[in-house]
């Protein structure tokens, strides 16, 4: 679940994570970086190691041949840090969720980090759109950060 | 009563020093935007960046010798200590005879031992940035020693405040500030010459095994450096004028000491106006260009041999 106040919430900087990706989400995010957004004005800044990253913006399904490479660019960020999983298919795979090529989406990702490297999922605000906009993808960073609330909340259904 | 004037002013300089100098990378950031018509981020952006990065977790890799560590730690310290060794309008009283070679030592070795860290990291692209500075090192050092050299060849003395209260105006003097005020633009990395970091085309360069604390005292040291460079070489260009218009009172110690942090802030802000409308360039462009402004300390190196 996002944090309500995590320390990079006035400097968060971003990396750019395309996981085997048509691409699309990726032309929205550089949108979202032009001058005319001016995500800088939020302290953003496009970092090009994950070393020093504070959001990971993540695109596509993580294909197979992608996965090994994605598991270890997420576990050299240093903690603490949030993931935006952005576009349909790193939300829950897309048109690829049962494709044998791909593992369909970061919750299975995280589901399997979970149990082989033991490693506990960061914040992740999940943004679906084939693709989304880059307000839409402001918007979820500000959700992120806490700058924004949440208009959606969890909720499991249960069979009487 | 005036020495201790003379004190105060030196630590009121390092202490704003210290603390401007991510102010006024914020207020450089703040040009950019304006430029490129937009917000932009707060001023205290670099404090915040720093103030976020002392809170984060430092990660250490697997192929890292221990220069790594402790590298970023003893870069920060040197540029910390080179702060009240610098001359601030008032005679610095805690100079002593030698700082000049002190203050090149600090100087150079704050950029040497953080690419010795960097190099020690074993990232392939931190030893692409190692082997760009040190060639931009050696080509930068020589010209900023060569300058120090004619200010010491001019007025034959080993202390910065010496050197500035006895030289008066010289144009052997003026020829090396302006080559010191060049090559800190080279030296600090700013866009033309930003190959050591170069984000998009090796991810960070040097910095880019850092994480957490320790690429916040990098960043701190590396924007502190900038500031003690420009310091020195407005200490060599504009200060020897300051003292023969202000003197040495009480007023006129206050005031070239106002005006030369103004200038010095000034001069930092007009590099940062200059970075926003490059683009980067080549390795070997940059030496040779480094190399062609080696004939203005030599010129001034003749020139005050000759006593002019």
């Not at chain 1, 750019?16 to 939020?42: K, M, Q, S, W």
């Not at chain 2, 006024?24 to 950031?29: L, S, Y």
Request: charged letters at 15%; a positive charge.
């Amino acid at each position: 679940m996002a944090r309500i106040n995590p320390p990079f919430k006035k400097s968060p900087w971003i990396f750019h994570l395309n996981t085997g990706g048509c691409n699309a989400c990726d032309i929205e995010i550089l949108d979202a970086l032009t001058p005319y957004h001016d995500v800088e004005r939020f302290g953003m800044k496009l970092v090009g190691t994950p070393r020093h990253a504070d959001v990971i913006l993540l695109t596509g399904p993580i294909t197979r041949e992608s996965k090994i490479k994605v598991i270890r660019t997420l576990l050299a960020v240093p903690r603490p840090f949030a993931v935006l999983a952005i576009g349909s298919c790193a939300v829950g795979g897309g048109i690829w969720f049962d494709s044998y090529a791909t593992i369909g989406g970061l919750p299975n990702l995280y589901e399997e980090m979970r149990h082989k490297y033991n490693f506990e999922p960061p914040p992740t605000i999940y943004i679906p759109g084939c693709p989304p906009r880059p307000e839409a993808i402001i918007f979820g960073a500000a959700q992120a950060l806490g700058i924004l609330k949440k208009k959606v909340k969890r909720e499991v259904y249960k069979e009487d | 009563m005036l020495s201790i004037l003379y004190v105060i002013l030196t630590i009121l300089g390092s202490i704003i020093g210290f603390t401007v100098a991510p102010l006024v990378d914020g207020i450089e950031r703040k040009i950019r935007a304006k430029i490129q018509n937009r917000i932009g981020p707060p001023l205290i952006q670099t404090w915040l960046d720093i103030a976020k990065l002392l809170r984060k977790e430092s990660l250490i890799p697997r192929t890292a010798k221990a220069l790594f560590i402790i590298a970023p730690a003893i870069a920060l310290a040197m540029n910390i200590a080179a702060l009240p060794l610098l001359y601030y309008g008032a005679p610095n009283v805690l100079g002593f005879y030698g700082d000049i070679i002190l203050i090149l030592y600090l100087v150079v070795g704050s950029s040497l031992i953080l690419s010795l860290g960097a190099a020690a990291s074993g990232n392939p692209y931190a030893t692409i940035g190692f082997s760009r500075k040190i060639s931009l090192l050696i080509a930068c050092e020589l010209v900023v020693a060569l300058s120090i050299a004619t200010a010491i060849l001019k007025t034959g003395s080993l202390s910065l405040t010496e050197v500035i209260l006895r030289t008066g105006i010289a144009p052997s003097m003026i020829i090396a500030g302006i080559a010191l005020l060049i090559v800190t633009y080279i030296e600090s990395l700013r866009l033309p010459f930003e190959l050591t970091e170069a984000k998009p085309e090796i991810m960070g360069g040097i910095f880019v095994e850092y994480s957490g604390r320790l690429l916040a005292f990098a960043e701190l040291s590396h924007i502190l450096h900038r500031f003690v460079m420009t310091l020195l070489s407005l200490d060599i260009l504009i200060a020897p004028l300051l003292k023969l218009v202000f003197g040495v009172s009480i007023m006129g110690v206050l005031m070239s000491f106002i005006i030369l942090m103004l200038i010095s802030i000034l001069v930092l802000i007009v590099y940062g106006a200059i970075e926003s409308l490059c683009g980067r360039t080549r390795i070997d462009r940059a030496l040779i260009f480094t190399a062609r402004l080696m004939i203005l300390p030599i010129i001034s190196l003749i020139l005050a041999s000759i006593g002019v």
